[in-house]
């Protein structure tokens, strides 16, 4: 292994290869602390030549890598497992802009570019790039590349897979694949570029992407609204499709659970708006044109839905500064479980015509079988999308999780095929779900997945385990 280090380094430079056991720690387990991996050593390579390089070298010695980004995924997909035989490849210094193309409305960005800076260099230009999520400040777009991130855009932008035109990447056999372009049409054979994105490092080392820009919107306009009824807030969401397809971008929910939690560890955003209902939605409509009606629109739907009495209460911001403060409670929402003594995490996702049968018969069962659970429910409703949580009951400790996860384990996810849901709806599998694919997904979409696997990394070398067994 000596040999191999040395070889590392020879190639990258001795400060671009980290040992040090107290210095790679921050690499070696996951964003919630569940799982712990060893590695030989953390690399950081700065060009895509360097990946390649280090890639074959990788082969040659029959180690496995592991690529990295930010590690704020929540399913362990980038850390090494405890066997030591592994390196981490971190992309976070192959972080350059390479070029922003203002009449084709694109960005080509290296993987290692921190999403929140790419948002910045858009807005500098006077764009948008629209993906949205707590973790921005962190995250790389080649780590939400390779889990296809969602976030509380998806309503209007799509995914990220929605988001990128083009890609480059370093397969497991040590070749570059070059399909960095900035087409909205290509159908020249298979679309690799689709098969590397939400593969979570298991079929390419991406490196960099052409991405998608958008007008930036001229302004933004917000509201909490309290709400007790599922089906008032598909017909709210309905409604507001109808009324403002094209400003409407985000329809959040949040449960009254998920409020006391985070407003009880971040008491900074307490509203009394949400004490008036069990739910309370959190809902944008941003403006492209003077003439743009959004927040006229929102007190037209929304005041009929008040005189209605299908919702309890509701505040539209006057302000931008108001806007960031309604989203503070539910970016922190994720902050204040990880304060909790333990937690699980569902994130999955319904036909919007089903969600509500799910939580409320699911909530049902759980709440008989371990009475004072709570789920911490919330998430990106417009889309399907629940983050379906849970912390044990007030009092509870680390043990309550321990004993019982395993049966809510499967009371949630029988419901989940009961109401044909997705056991991922935007995090991916990781280690995390991976026990649970093969059943999900059935026997044939999965012996193709490993088919795919299988031609493309004969040796199992980029990120073995993670997200097929
Ligand atoms: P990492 O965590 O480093 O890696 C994730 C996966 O991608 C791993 O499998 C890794 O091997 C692989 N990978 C990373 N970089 C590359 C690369 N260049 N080439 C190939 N593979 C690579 N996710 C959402 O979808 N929506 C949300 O709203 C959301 N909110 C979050 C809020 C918080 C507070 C936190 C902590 C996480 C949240 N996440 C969310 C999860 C996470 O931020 C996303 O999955 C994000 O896309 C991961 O990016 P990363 O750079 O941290 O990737
Ligand atoms: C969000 O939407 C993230 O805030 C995190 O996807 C969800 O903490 C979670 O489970
Ligand atoms: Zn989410």
Avoid at 29 to 46: E, S
Avoid at 63 to 78: D, E, H, V
Avoid at 98 to 106: G, I
Wanted: one cysteine or more; glycine letters at 8%; a negative charge.
């Amino acid at each position: 292994m000596v040999d191999f280090i040395q070889r590392l380094i020879n190639i990258l430079g001795a400060s671009a290869v980290m040992t040090d056991t107290h210095e790679t720690k921050p690499y070696l387990t996951d964003w919630r602390g569940i799982f712990q991996g060893i590695a030989l050593a953390v690399v950081f390579p700065k060009t895509s030549a360097e990946v390649q390089m280090v890639v074959r070298l990788c082969i040659e010695h029959a180690i496995a890598i592991i690529p990295q980004g930010g590690n704020t995924n929540l399913t362990g997909s980038s850390t090494p497992e405890p066997i030591g035989q592994q390196i981490v490849l971190s992309l976070k210094r192959l972080n350059q802009i390479r070029s922003v193309d203002l009449e084709n409305q694109t960005m080509t960005v290296e993987a290692g570019c921190i999403l929140q800076h790419i948002q910045e260099k858009a807005s500098d230009s006077g764009f948008l790039f629209p993906l949205s999520l707590a973790a921005e400040g962190s995250c790389t777009i080649g780590g939400n590349l390779a889990t296809n991130a969602g976030g509380i855009n998806v309503l209007r932008y799509g995914n990220m897979r929605d988001l990128c035109l083009g890609i480059e990447a370093v397969t497991a056999t040590g070749d570059i694949l070059h399909s960095l372009r900035g087409l909205r049409k290509d159908n020249t054979g298979y679309d690799l570029r689709n098969l590397l994105i939400g593969s979570e490092g298991t079929l390419g080392i991406i490196t960099a992407a052409v991405i998608k820009l958008y007008p930036a919107p001229i302004n933004r306009c917000a509201a909490l609204i309290a709400v007790n009824d599922y089906s008032i807030m598909v017909n709210l969401l309905q409604e507001l499709q109808r009324k403002a397809a094209n400003e409407l971008c985000a329809f959040e929910m949040m449960s009254r659970a998920s409020l006391d939690l985070t407003v009880q560890h971040f008491p900074q955003f307490a509203n009394p708006i949400f004490k008036q209902s069990s739910h309370t939605l959190l809902i944008e409509l941003a403006e492209f044109s003077t003439e743009s009606r959004s927040s006229q629109i929102l007190e037209d739907v929304l005041g009929k839905a008040l005189e209605s009495e299908q919702i309890e209460d509701v505040l539209v911001s006057t302000s931008l500064t108001q806007v960031k403060q309604f989203w503070g409670v539910r970016e922190h929402i994720t902050l204040a479980q990880a304060k909790e003594v333990a937690n699980i995490k569902f994130d999955i996702s319904f036909e919007i015509s089903r969600i509500g049968d799910f939580i409320t018969h699911t909530c049902d069962l759980l709440c008989k079988s371990y009475p004072g659970i709570r789920i911490i429910n919330f998430g990106h409703f417009g889309d399907g999308n629940l983050h379906f949580n849970m912390c044990p009951p007030i009092g509870s400790d680390k043990s309550f999780l321990k004993t019982n996860e395993a049966e809510i384990h499967r009371i949630v996810y029988e419901q989940i095929e009961k109401y044909q849901g997705s056991i991922s709806a935007e995090h991916g599998i990781g280690q995390l779900k991976r026990n649970d694919l093969e059943h999900h997904r059935g026997p044939t979409a999965y012996k193709m997945m490993k088919q795919i696997k299988h031609a493309l990394d004969p040796q199992n070398i980029l990120n073995p385990h993670k997200v097929l067994l």
